[in-house]
């Protein structure tokens, strides 16, 4: 039986299986409670498993391995930043806003502002960061099954997108947040299973000594001239031909992978899912585990890519690297276990990287469409007055727009690297979300303009500093490749629009008057002690 065939047989299975998972919880699914938050019914043990699950995604496993491949240490610094960032998360937001909230980002930041104009530029936000991670997603898709399958056109990436955009949808309209939940628990613990066992194999084949891993790696893809550059800070960042652009670019990588985490949707949507803030520190400590142990993994997957399929292989299979570990898991198989041994452990690795994508693709469609439904249509356009069920037809109408528009340009970002793209998603959230949600969270004196200020700023000026730099035009990895109109050196913009994010919301709250000091003191007995959260979250 071929690679391709086996993959399909086990991608197949994992579909019927989520399908099946889905239906179930579209049962199940009966309030808004149910759609936005799963019914507030999961463990902390379960819900930790399911961030581990949503965070884990193509970017982690297809892009980071990748990107160490081709670019060695400079690319574990991905691993790092993604890692840390959960520091962030469990020490500034996690618990607050599981006390403070309700579904969405925006129910915290309207609780002591005035709800229309905030709620607008939440909702804006969480749909532009969730389709930014969109695009790494689908971009995955692309290059997964083009390895699995053979495709080598674009045609043929393009509509494997189209069917796991379909499949998303079908996940998020009819399984809400308690379908997309066990999703993400099943795939986080076979995505696991999965990265483990490649790791175990490669290790084995060095007699589990890593120096001599990463020395192969070293001498099988690294420069010629220099081999140990390889395994020294400067390969992808700093090099002289970037120049000082290079080491700042560095910087601001670090800096978004660092603070994006704590401001993405789809990851604090997930603390409304627990019925206490006990459960939400458990599970983002659950999550912790499960993603630092996962990450560590990842250093092998990437080295290990570089040390024995070379990278001259991987990046003829796939220009940005995301194919390195489907490539790897065939290779090892190959050695250790024969041709046969091979094509198993590549369909495994293939379907366990796809079940990865669909997975969170659904928790992201979720977050945006929730967003739109419950902060935009309920709030803003029907000013409160629209019901539970209308809230909830609108969500799922909603996902369908939203996975139309990923679709559209995970086929247009086709041959960028999936982990780069996400850290760009995390530039954006950490801009434009996080200054709004440590201001509304910790300084008494924040207002109305100043959220606006903060979310518009931070987002806007990511946004436009992304299409005038590298990304976007002036070379062959950008999104348009023959076009030049970069005005902005670094390709990602966080160490400019983060603190810009910062300055537009201190600058809009002292030029505004507007002061409620009785809703921050009941905010602030909220978010320390959970008193009042479960109250606010029925209305």
Request: glycine fraction near 12%; aromatic fraction near 10%.
């Amino acid at each position: 039986m071929s690679s391709t065939t086996l993959g399909m047989i086990l991608f197949l299975t994992f579909v019927a299986a989520t399908l099946a998972i889905t239906f179930w919880a579209s049962r199940q699914t009966k309030t808004a409670a149910d759609y936005y938050a799963g019914g507030r019914s999961f463990s902390g043990v379960q819900n930790g498993l399911a961030i581990g699950g949503d965070y884990m995604s193509a970017a982690s496993f297809l892009g980071i391995a990748g990107i160490i491949a081709l670019s060695g240490y400079d690319g574990f610094l991905y691993s790092i930043g993604f890692l840390v960032a959960w520091l962030v998360a469990l020490l500034l937001v996690a618990e607050l806003m599981r006390n403070s909230g309700k579904f969405t980002m925006a129910d915290v930041l309207a609780f002591r502002m005035s709800p229309r104009p905030v709620r607008t530029a939440a909702g804006v936000s969480t749909i532009v960061v969730s389709i930014f991670y969109l695009l790494a997603q689908m971009v995955g898709a692309g290059a997964l099954v083009g390895l699995l399958l053979g495709i080598t056109g674009d045609a043929g990436k393009a509509w494997t997108i189209v069917g796991v955009g379909a499949l998303m949808i079908v996940y998020v309209v009819f399984g809400g947040m308690k379908g997309t939940t066990w999703v993400q628990i099943v795939k986080a613990v076979l995505l696991m299973g999965g990265a483990a066992l490649v790791t175990v194999l490669v290790l084995a084949n060095f007699g589990f000594n890593l120096s001599a891993l990463l020395g192969q790696a070293a001498t099988v893809s690294g420069p010629q001239a220099n081999p140990e550059s390889f395994l020294s800070p400067g390969l992808k960042y700093g090099t002289e031909a970037q120049g000082l652009a290079g080491k700042i670019d560095l910087i601001s990588l670090g800096l978004a992978l660092v603070l994006g985490t704590a401001g993405l949707p789809h990851i604090l949507i997930r603390f409304y899912t627990v019925p206490t803030a006990k459960d939400a520190r458990k599970s983002v400590l659950w999550g912790i585990g499960i993603i630092g142990v996962f990450y560590l993994l990842t250093l092998v997957l990437g080295f290990g890519a570089a040390a024995l399929v070379g990278k001259a292989r991987i990046a003829e299979g796939d220009a940005a690297g995301n194919t390195a570990a489907p490539m790897l898991a065939q290779q090892i198989g190959q050695e250790i276990f024969g041709p046969v041994g091979g094509t198993i452990l590549l369909a495994l690795i293939g379907a366990v990287a796809f079940a990865t994508i669909l997975a969170v693709v659904a928790g992201l469609t979720l977050a945006s469409s929730s967003s739109f439904s419950h902060d935009l249509y309920a709030h803003v356009f029907k000013r409160g007055q629209a019901s539970e069920r209308q809230e909830v037809v609108v969500a799922r109408i909603s996902a369908f727009v939203i996975g139309a528009v990923a679709i559209g340009l995970g086929i247009l970002a086709q041959g960028q690297n999936v982990a780069f793209l996400v850290a760009l998603a995390f530039a954006v959230a950490a801009s434009g979300n996080l200054p709004a949600i440590l201001y509304s969270l910790f300084w008494k004196r924040f207002n109305t303009a100043g959220a606006v200020a903060a979310i518009y700023g931070g987002l806007v000026s990511a946004l436009v500093l992304v299409i005038f730099s590298p990304v976007v035009s002036g070379g062959p990895t950008a999104l348009f490749k023959t076009a030049d109109f970069v005005l902005f050196p670094l390709s990602n913009p966080g160490i400019v629009s983060i603190p810009l994010g910062f300055l537009c919301g201190w600058l809009g709250t002292i030029l505004s008057k507007e002061y409620n000091a009785a809703k921050y003191a009941e905010i602030e007995v909220r978010s320390l002690t959970g008193v009042g959260a479960e109250k606010a979250s029925e209305h």
